[in-house]
C-alpha cells in the first residue's frame, strides 16, 4: 500500500514539474545575442514637480555613495559587482516621452502622492503600448504619515487596470539634504539592482547609440541593440538623417566585473553632460591612446593551466596603476574615479593563489565524479529544447564573433562616432540623443497603410486630409492622413474616424516592415495621444475612392427618353460614364445612354415618364490621392513649427466654426425684437449718481472701437460672414422651391388619382345597374 502511494505522488511530483518547465519555456529569440552586454537604459518619468531630480540624486547616492547636484543627460553607473546601469530623467515634453518610451529597458513612473495621477503619466503609458512595452515600476512621492492608505491604493488598482495586476510600488516622502532617506529607496534600488530585463524585438533589430556626450565633432555612448558598422546611415530623432564617418572603440568607462576579474567591486559613476567622469580638457588631444582593436575575447593567461583573465581588467588595474603613479609624482591631483582595496586574510588569498595553478593530481573518484556530471548534463540536454536553443545560439555567437568582418562593433562596447554632419554644441544636453540605425529597406519613401483606432481619452475625432505628427520607427514627422473603410469591393474614404472602432489609414512615410507599430499626437491639448496604430502594407498602392454625387436637370422630355443637362461638361466624361445608373428625386430609375447635343448634354432612359421638375442624380466613385507631404521634427534644433490644423487657422482669425444666419424666431427667442433698447429698473436708477442717470438707456447691441492695425482682419471676418449667410439664404431659398414644386406635383398626382377612383367607381356603378335592369327584364 505504501508502494502504491509514493509511486502516486512521485507520478504527480513529475507532472508537476513538466507542467511547471512547458509554462516556463520560451524558445529564444535569435536578434538577442548582445541583450546583456549594454548597461540597461532606466528612464525617469513623470509630471513637473512630481520629485524625478529628487529620486535620481537619491539612486546616484545609494548606489555609488558620491553627490551630484543637477543631473543631466545619461548618467552611467555601476550598481553591483556584475551589472551597470544607466539612469535617465525624462522631462514632461511629448517629443521625449516619444523618443524615452522606444529605448527604454525599465520604465520607473513617478506620481505626486499629493496630486494624485496625472495626463502626464498616462500619455506615456499609451505610447509604450504603441512602441512596445518594457518592466515598470511606480514610485509614489510626497508620502508621508498622514496620507490616506485608501487613495493610495485606488492609485495603485488604476495603473493595474491600465497595464497588468502586479506592478511593485514603492513610497517615499522624506526628504534630508536634497535626497529621499525612506526605506522603501532601498527596496526599489534592490529592485532595480537584480531586475532581469528583457528587450523588445524591434529594439534589438535595430541598432542604435545612446549619446552621454557631445564634443566638437564627435559624439559618445554605448551600442545597443544590433551591429554598428563605418559609413552607416543613421536617424537622430529631433535633427535629422545622418551618417557614421568613422567609428573607434574606447575603453568602457564603466566596466562590468565578471567573475575573471581580479579586483572586487568599484563604485563608479560617469555622466559627462552633469560633469562627472569623462576625460580632462589637458589630456583631449591624447584621446587616441584609449583605442584599442577590436578583437572581442582576447584572454591573458598568468600561469600555464590556470584561469583565462578578461584583457581589460588587465588594462583597467595597468591603467589604474599608472594614474596612481602619476598622483603621486603630480604631487597629489584629484583622481577621477574611487576604488576600493579589497581586504583578504590568509584563507582568501591561499584560495585565490591555489586556484590559478593546474592541479596535476587527479584522483579515481574526482574522474568518475566528473564523468557522471557530464552524463547527467547530456541528458538533461535531451529533453530540454529551451537549453539546446540556448547553447546552440551561444555557438553562433562566439563564431560571429571570431569571424567578424573590420569595421563592425558589437552591442556594449563604448564608442566615439564621427558623423558627418556635426551636432550644434548649443543643443540642450537634457535631451535624449540617439542614433538610431536603419534596416537595408528602411530609407524609402512610399504611401503607407495602416489600421488606428483613436484613443479613448482623445475627446474629440479626428478629420481627414487635417496634418498630423507620426511616429513611425526613429522618426518622427509630420504628414497628412486619409482614413478609409475597406467593404467587399473597394477602400471607401471616411471623412472623420469612426468613434469606437478600427479605421484604415494612409498616409506618406518611411517603409518599414509591416506590423511596426506607430502613434499620432499633437502638442498641444488635453490629452496629447490622438491615436495607436500598426503598419498593414507598404506597396503604395492605396486604390482609395470617394463616393460622389452628380446632379442634372431634365432638359426636354420624350415619353420615357429624357436629354438631361448640366451634369456634365464634355461629351468625353458623357462617354466615360455611359450605362451608368440614374436615379430621379421621384424614384424613378434610369441609364445613360449616350451624348445628345453640347456641354455634355446626354440622352437618358428611364422606367417612367418624368416631369420637368424633377432632378436626377448619378452616384459614382472617383480615386483620392494621398498628399506626399513629409515634414520631419527637428524640434531638438529650435522651435519647431509645422503646418496648422484647420481649427489653429480659424483661431488665428478670429473666426467661429459654424456661421448659421439668425431668424425671426430665434431673435424673438433671445430677447431680440421690436425693442432694441433695454430700460433700467427705477430702483437700480434712483441708486446711480446724478450724472450717471442720463445713461439709463443702454443699447444691447454695442460695437467697441476696432484697432487700426486689426481693422483689416475683421473687415475679412465681416465680408466672409456676409457672403456665407447669403448663400445660405439662396440655399434656403432654392430648397423651398424645390420643396414647393414637388408639393405641387404631388397634389397634381393626388388629384388625378382621385379623379381615376372616382372615375372607376362611376363606370362600376353604371354596369351594376345595367345588370339589374337585365335580371329584371
Not at 576604488?339 to 590568509?346: A, C, K, T
Request: proline share 5%; glycine share 8%.
Amino acid at each position: 500500500m505504501d508502494g502504491k502511494v509514493g509511486a502516486k505522488k512521485s507520478n504527480r511530483a513529475a507532472i508537476g514539474q513538466l507542467l511547471h518547465e512547458e509554462k516556463i519555456a520560451r524558445v529564444p529569440i535569435e536578434n538577442m545575442f548582445y541583450k546583456d552586454l549594454p548597461p540597461p537604459f532606466i528612464s525617469i518619468v513623470g509630471p513637473s514637480g512630481c520629485g524625478k531630480s529628487t529620486l535620481m540624486r537619491s539612486m546616484v547616492k545609494y548606489f555609488t555613495h558620491q553627490l551630484i547636484d543637477e543631473p543631466r543627460g545619461p548618467v552611467t553607473l555601476s550598481s553591483s559587482k556584475t551589472r551597470r546601469i544607466t539612469l535617465f530623467e525624462s522631462r514632461s515634453d511629448i517629443h521625449q516621452f516619444v523618443d524615452v518610451s522606444k529605448i527604454s529597458d525599465l520604465v520607473i513612473l513617478t506620481i505626486n502622492g499629493a496630486c494624485g495621477l496625472e495626463m502626464e503619466t498616462f500619455e506615456f503609458l499609451t505610447l509604450l503600448i504603441s512602441h512596445g512595452l518594457p518592466k515598470v515600476l511606480c514610485v509614489v512621492t510626497n508620502v508621508d504619515g498622514r496620507s490616506n492608505p485608501k487613495y493610495l491604493k485606488s492609485i495603485k488598482k488604476r495603473i493595474w487596470e491600465e497595464i497588468c495586476p502586479g506592478i511593485k510600488f514603492f513610497h517615499v516622502g522624506k526628504v534630508e539634504l536634497g535626497r529621499y532617506t525612506d526605506p522603501d529607496l532601498g527596496k526599489l534600488c534592490r529592485a532595480v539592482g537584480v531586475m532581469k530585463y528583457r528587450p523588445i524585438e524591434w529594439k534589438c533589430m535595430h541598432p542604435h547609440v545612446i549619446v552621454d556626450r557631445v564634443d566638437d565633432a564627435f559624439v559618445y555612448g554605448y551600442v545597443r541593440g544590433g551591429l554598428i558598422r563605418k559609413d552607416m546611415e543613421i536617424h537622430i530623432p529631433g535633427i535629422g538623417d545622418n551618417r557614421m564617418a568613422d567609428v573607434e572603440v574606447l575603453i568602457d568607462p564603466v566596466p562590468s566585473h565578471g567573475e575573471n576579474r581580479l579586483s572586487l567591486r568599484s563604485k563608479i559613476l560617469y555622466s559627462p553632460m552633469s560633469g562627472i567622469g569623462g576625460i580632462k580638457k589637458k589630456d583631449a588631444g591624447e584621446e587616441n591612446k584609449m583605442k584599442i582593436e577590436m578583437d572581442p575575447g582576447v584572454e591573458i593567461k598568468i600561469f600555464k593551466g590556470g584561469k583565462a583573465i578578461a584583457e581589460e581588467t588587465s588594462r583597467d588595474e595597468l591603467s589604474s596603476t599608472s594614474d596612481k603613479d602619476s598622483d603621486e609624482s603630480e604631487g597629489g591631483e584629484e583622481c577621477i574615479e574611487e576604488q576600493d582595496e579589497p581586504s583578504l586574510d590568509f584563507e582568501e588569498l591561499k584560495e585565490m593563489t591555489s586556484s590559478r595553478f593546474q592541479k596535476d593530481a587527479t584522483t579515481e573518484e574526482e574522474l568518475i565524479e566528473k564523468f557522471n556530471r557530464g552524463y547527467e548534463e547530456k541528458e538533461k540536454e535531451k529533453g530540454n529544447f529551451l537549453l539546446r536553443e540556448k547553447r546552440r545560439l551561444e555557438e553562433e555567437m562566439k563564431r560571429s564573433e571570431e569571424t567578424m568582418v573590420p569595421g563592425v562593433v558589437i552591442p556594449g562596447r563604448y564608442v566615439k562616432v564621427r558623423l558627418s554632419s556635426h551636432i550644434p554644441l548649443s543643443i540642450d544636453e537634457s535631451n535624449v540623443i540617439v542614433l538610431g540605425g536603419f534596416l537595408v529597406a528602411e530609407k524609402e519613401m512610399n504611401i503607407v497603410q495602416g489600421k488606428i483606432k483613436k484613443y479613448k481619452w482623445y475627446k474629440k475625432i479626428l478629420k481627414t486630409n487635417e496634418p498630423a505628427i507620426f511616429s513611425v520607427g526613429w522618426r518622427r514627422f509630420q504628414s497628412i492622413p486619409v482614413f478609409s473603410m475597406k467593404d467587399a469591393t473597394r477602400n471607401r474614404m471616411i471623412k472623420y474616424t469612426p468613434e469606437s472602432m478600427h479605421c484604415n489609414v494612409s498616409f506618406y512615410g518611411p517603409v518599414v516592415p509591416a506590423g511596426t507599430g506607430f502613434s499620432v499626437y499633437s502638442e498641444k491639448g488635453d490629452f496629447r495621444v490622438l491615436a495607436l496604430g500598426t503598419i498593414t502594407d507598404v506597396n503604395g498602392d492605396a486604390k482609395l475612392v470617394k463616393k460622389l454625387k452628380l446632379v442634372g436637370y431634365p432638359k426636354q422630355i420624350v415619353q420615357n427618353t429624357v436629354f438631361v443637362r448640366d451634369m456634365f461638361t464634355s461629351d468625353l466624361e458623357v462617354l466615360k460614364f455611359e450605362g451608368a445608373s440614374l436615379k430621379a428625386v421621384s424614384g424613378l430609375r434610369g441609364q445613360v445612354k449616350g451624348p445628345h447635343g453640347k456641354n455634355g448634354e446626354y440622352r437618358a432612359v428611364f422606367e417612367g415618364k418624368m416631369l420637368m421638375s424633377d432632378i436626377i442624380t448619378l452616384r459614382c466613385f472617383v480615386p483620392v490621392e494621398v498628399h506626399r507631404i513629409f515634414i520631419p521634427v527637428d524640434n531638438l534644433l529650435g522651435k519647431w513649427r509645422g503646418l496648422r490644423r484647420l481649427h489653429e487657422i480659424r483661431e488665428s482669425l478670429g473666426l467661429t466654426h459654424s456661421y448659421a444666419p439668425q431668424n425671426d424666431s430665434s431673435s424673438e427667442e433671445m430677447g431680440y425684437g421690436a425693442e432694441e433698447d433695454y430700460s433700467l429698473p427705477r430702483e437700480i436708477e434712483s441708486k446711480l449718481p446724478l450724472d450717471k442717470r442720463s445713461i439709463a438707456v443702454v443699447s444691447r447691441r454695442i460695437e467697441l472701437p476696432v484697432p487700426p492695425e486689426c481693422r483689416e482682419k475683421h473687415e475679412i471676418k465681416d465680408r466672409i460672414v456676409k457672403e456665407r449667410i447669403r448663400k445660405d439664404q439662396e440655399e434656403k431659398e432654392r430648397m423651398e422651391s424645390l420643396q414647393r414644386a414637388k408639393e405641387e406635383e404631388i397634389g397634381k398626382k393626388e388629384k388625378e388619382r382621385e379623379q381615376r377612383i372616382r372615375k372607376t367607381i362611376h363606370d362600376n356603378y353604371k354596369e351594376m345597374a345595367k345588370k339589374r335592369l337585365k335580371k329584371k327584364r
